[in-house]
T-cell receptor
Framework: GDSVTQMEGPVTLSEEAFLTINCTYT??????LFWYVQYPGEGLQLLLK?????DKGSNKGFEATYRKETTSFHLEKGSVQVSDSAVYFC???????????????FGQGTILTVHP | SQTIHQWPATLVQPVGSPLSLECTVE??????LYWYRQAAGRGLQLLFY??????ISSEVPQNLSASRPQDRQFILSSKKLLLSDSGFYLC?????????????FGQGTRLTVV
């Protein structure tokens, strides 16, 4: 079955440091890939997405590139802020209509803490 | 625009008591609907999904059930809660068709069974 593996956390960085959170996946076919962010006590918000190989998703200074050859979708940000402290989830969804839409497989989440 | 409402935000229930969590979606029709659970310190697990009124699919065997009495309403229930039912429950929706395949989440319900 489908699976998503994220780097182990937690990750602790100083403000303005460079961030990378690794994500690899296993799936048949060509899934869509996502990064979601969860702030304390809240639901999940879509951060960025990519729907085909070599696509780059970007939002709020974060970016990730869909690498089919390495089955990866690593999240990066050049300069993190304290407000970026949250849990980050990598996820995939099979492309297709009907029951496939929105049926996500998640990684285990990576806790990011950014200190001033 | 579409919005998703989930309530209550927090809930403390004794073991053996019933449960009802409700989720409604506005601004769209015929959505796919989902219930996920997030146990402490762990990722998200899909519990149920629904593609239409009265159509429920269960992803994992458990003490919970789901119902969809209306197109944009999704309810998570239990007749008798267990300690292991504690967790953060998230409702989500996705469009039935279109170019995107992402899901949109509610704010979640923190359930503590004592």
């Amino acid at each position: 079955g489908d699976s998503v593996t994220q780097m182990e956390g937690p990750v602790t960085l100083s403000e303005e440091a460079f961030l990378t959170i690794n994500c690899t996946y296993t799936a048949t076919g060509y899934p869509s890939l996502f990064w979601y962010v969860q702030y304390p006590g809240e639901g999940l918000q879509l951060l960025l997405k990519a729907t085909k190989a070599d696509d780059k998703g970007s939002n709020k200074g974060f970016e990730a590139t869909y690498r089919k050859e390495t089955t990866s979708f690593h999240l990066e940000k050049g300069s993190v802020q304290v407000s970026d402290s949250a849990v980050y989830f990598c996820a995939l969804s099979r492309i297709g209509g009907g029951t496939s839409y929105g049926k996500l497989t998640f990684g285990q989440g990576t806790i990011l803490t950014v200190h001033p | 625009s579409q919005t998703i409402h989930q309530w209550p935000a927090t809930l403390v229930q004794p073991v053996g008591s019933p449960l009802s969590l409700e989720c409604t979606v506005e601004g769209t029709s015929n959505p796919n609907l989902y219930w996920y659970r997030q146990a402490a310190g762990r990722g998200l697990q899909l519990l149920f999904y629904s593609v239409g009124i009265g159509q429920i699919s269960s992803e994992v065997p458990q003490n919970l059930s789901a119902s969809r009495p209306q197109d944009r309403q999704f309810i998570l229930s239990s007749k008798k809660l267990l300690l292991s039912d504690s967790g953060f429950y998230l409702c989500a929706w996705s469009p039935r068709t279109g170019s995107g395949t992402e899901a949109f989440f509610g704010q979640g319900t923190r359930l503590t069974v004592v």
